[in-house]
Every structure is written in C-alpha cells, then in structure tokens.
C-alpha cells in the first residue's frame, strides 16, 4: 500500500522559516516524480513545487520562486520542501503527492497527473 506522510508545519511570523518533510513507504520511491501542493482555507488545491526522480530538474509556482525549495533523498524516500521568508498568503495545507513517469518525462502542475497523495500538513503564517 503506498503511502505518503507529510511532516514539519506549524504556526509562525511572517518572515520565519519552515521546513516539510514527506516520506514515501510501499512503493519504489525513485520512480517517482514527486510534488508539493497546497490549500488555503476556501480557495481550491495549487501546485508548489515538483521534482524530477533524479533529481535534475525542478519547477515552481510563481508565488514561491526564490522563496521556496524542493529537494529529495531517494535513499531515504524523503522530499522535501524548504520554505523561506513566509508570508500570511503562503498559510495553506501541504501536501505531497507522487507521479509514476519516465525519466526524462517534464514535471506537472496538474493534479491530475498524481498518482497517491498524502494527508497534509499545516502552515500558519500570522503577519
């Protein structure tokens, strides 16, 4: 059974740093493409940011450009998402999700695209 547990939100400044965490189990976690996602209260689900399997390339959502980053250990089934210099708007439920694709396939924005998700974590960022 895949499963993704996400980890590290909580409640901060704005300007503070936070730093998710996401660990994959049941499945074979180098196939996969991986991604964060988010939800603010009344407003629908976006993309954050999206790794590639090895590592090689990235993609950001405008909103987080230079602020955030996303990165992974395949050895230990972790991605992981740096935020930096947070901001109220960036207050949301994380989520990590996984994409079974080829290597060389580009990183998706769309929901659609993942295959499992996790549960989210919270991030709070009071101004």
């Known amino acids: 059974q895949e499963q993704l547990v996400e980890s590290g939100g909580g409640s901060v400044q704005a300007g503070a740093a936070l730093k998710l965490s996401c660990v994959g189990s049941?499945?074979?976690?180098?196939?996969?493409?991986m991604a964060w996602f988010r939800q603010a209260p009344g407003k629908a689900r976006e993309f954050v940011a999206a790794i590639s399997r090895n590592v090689g390339t990235s993609k950001y959502a405008d909103s987080v450009k230079g602020r955030f980053t996303i990165s992974r250990i395949n050895d230990r089934k972790t991605v992981y998402l740096q935020m930096n210099n947070l901001k109220p708007e960036d207050t949301a439920l994380y989520y990590c999700a996984a994409d079974r694709t080829i290597l060389t396939a580009p990183l998706s924005t769309s929901q659609a695209q993942y295959d499992f998700w996790g549960q989210g974590t919270r991030v709070t960022v009071s101004s």
């Open positions: 049941g499945f074979t976690f180098s196939y996969y493409s």
